[in-house]
């Protein structure tokens, strides 16, 4: 029996993916052990759980901006998640930790290879980010959905790299428009448009969408299924209903 460790977070863009690889190894093998190590708060945290996988947090933050004293806040951050997952990991003893991105990843691979433990990543995007292009030096394997990603690792991890496309889960392969129409309430025989600014939402992309629903909405031909994400959320029902628009 293997006993695996996911990590990756802060966009559903790392999460799902994760959860995607999770699923397939539970498949392949139904008695491997699954556990998931996230930000403690971050969209794993509740995400995580309501697939089926037990979760635990530890301490990370972003470098967004890179200023300095922005980079030493996120480092201390970084050193605290490590000793955390680091306890974990010698309570769970893993035969190896498979990260997809974001800035928890950082402090988990860095306790792994710490402990000796194997460390994969597989990057979804053409362009790298910040966390898999660190932990790319240690890994065994970097697993790529995009050939062009590979060139954009450091010159040591490009040796390592492998194609394997994206990970997707089985419930958006086999899902049902039926049960999707009446999930979201949506007309047959309507133009659909769907309108996604990531799994957080994006504010420029939202505030553009207050004019399109403006002039589009009472048309019959039309409808719009718009993921305006938790934090837009409130803002947007907000400026709609100033006019009328449930």
């Known amino acids: 029996m293997k006993r695996i460790v996911m990590t990756g977070g802060g966009t559903g863009g790392h999460i799902y993916p994760?959860?995607?690889?999770?699923d397939g190894l539970k498949r392949r093998w139904p008695k491997t052990e699954i556990l998931y190590i996230g930000a403690n708060g971050g969209m794993e945290s509740y995400i995580v759980p309501e697939a089926?996988?037990?979760?635990?947090?530890?301490?990370a933050e972003g470098w967004q901006g890179r200023k300095p004293i922005v980079l030493a806040k996120a480092l201390n951050a970084d050193d605290k998640g490590r000793k955390e997952a680091a306890r974990l990991l010698s309570a769970l003893k893993p035969d190896a930790v498979i990260g997809t991105g974001g800035f928890v990843c950082l402090p988990v691979a860095m306790a792994a290879v710490q402990k000796h433990i194997p460390v994969y990543i597989h990057e979804q995007n053409a362009f790298p980010g910040i966390a898999n292009r660190f932990i790319s030096a240690w890994a065994e394997k970097v697993m790529v959905s995009f050939e062009e990603a590979?060139?954009?690792f450091p010159v040591i991890s490009q040796k390592k790299t492998a194609v394997t496309g994206l990970?997707?889960?089985e419930t958006i392969l086999n899902a049902d428009?039926?049960?999707a129409r009446a999930f979201?309430?949506?007309?047959?025989?309507?133009?659909?448009v769907?309108?996604?600014?990531?799994?957080?939402?994006?504010?420029?992309?939202?505030?553009?969408?207050?004019?399109?629903?403006?002039?589009?909405?009472g048309r019959q031909d039309v409808q719009i299924l718009f993921a305006t994400g938790?934090?837009?959320y409130e803002q947007m029902a907000e400026e709609l209903g100033k006019d009328g628009i449930d």
């Open 18 to 22: 994760a959860l995607a690889i999770a």
């Open 52 to 59: 089926g996988y037990p979760f635990r947090g530890v301490t």
């Open 150 to 152: 590979s060139a954009r």
């Open 167 to 169: 990970p997707v889960r």
């Open 177 to 179: 428009i039926r049960e």
């Open 184 to 192: 979201f309430q949506l007309m047959e025989g309507r133009k659909t």
């Open 194 to 217: 769907l309108v996604a600014g990531g799994s957080q939402g994006a504010e420029h992309i939202n505030r553009a969408m207050l004019h399109v629903i403006r002039n589009l909405y």
């Open 230 to 232: 938790r934090r837009g």
